[in-house]
T-cell receptor, first 111, second 114 residues
């Protein structure tokens, strides 16, 4: 059973701080990695994709990938109350036909 | 461009009934995937279709079926509904030529089985 593991949280950070979200995966054949944000009652919204080892930055968001350690992370700089949501880590299966999701980490940013 | 659309938004059914959910992908996308998300869990993969062919199937019973039409829209059918089928059903489209793996989700259909 291929798995994606995330701490469920809640992760609480003050406004303006850096939020760090972590994810590990079991399938060494996975090649594509994604972070989605999901507000309560809404559908997942893509934040970032990452395919190569290292860092990828997009605005206040930085995704980090380490395939040797089977580890993906998401850093949110200058956290805002509007960032309060559940963050889902997803990896593709080896066939590239499905995304396997973690249970999500709930982030709460206090003003 | 319009995003992924799904209908209906909400649906209430009783046990044993049948339900059909519909999805239209982003214009230019050729692949549609279906996921089930129960409260407190991440989405779980049900099916993926590409060019009207099934490319992948998750660990769901045969009560779940799907198809994709020539215009790339898709239907998910669930027969003999059980209480445990109550969930948010998500459709995702993909297969942008430059980024085939990235999936974009529609707003979902909230199914309640009584």
């Amino acid at each position: 059973q291929k798995e994606v593991e995330q701490n469920s949280g809640p992760l609480s950070v003050p406004e303006g701080a850096i939020a760090s979200l972590n994810c590990t995966y079991s399938d060494r054949g996975s090649q594509s990695f994604f972070w989605y944000r999901q507000y309560s009652g809404k559908s997942p919204e893509l934040i970032m994709s990452i395919y190569s080892n290292g860092d990828k930055e997009d605005g206040r968001f930085t995704a980090q990938l380490n395939k040797a350690s089977q580890y993906v992370s998401l850093l949110i700089r200058d956290s805002q109350p509007s960032d309060s949501a559940t963050y889902l880590c997803a990896v593709n299966n080896q066939a590239g036909t499905a995304l396997i999701f973690g249970k999500g980490t709930t982030l709460s940013v206090s003003s | 461009d319009a995003g992924v659309t799904q209908s209906p938004t909400h649906l209430i059914k009783t046990r044993g009934q049948h339900v059909t959910l519909r999805c239209s992908p982003i214009s230019g996308h050729k692949s549609v995937s279906w996921y089930q998300q129960v409260l407190g869990q991440g989405p779980q993969f049900i099916f993926q279709y590409y060019e009207k062919e099934e490319r992948g199937r998750g660990n769901f019973p045969d009560r779940f079926s799907a198809r994709q039409f020539p215009n790339y829209s898709s239907e998910l059918n669930v027969n003999a509904l059980l209480l445990g089928d109550s969930a948010l059903y998500l459709c995702a489209s993909s297969w942008d030529e430059l980024d085939p793996d990235t999936q974009y989700f529609g707003p979902g259909t909230r199914l309640t089985v009584l």
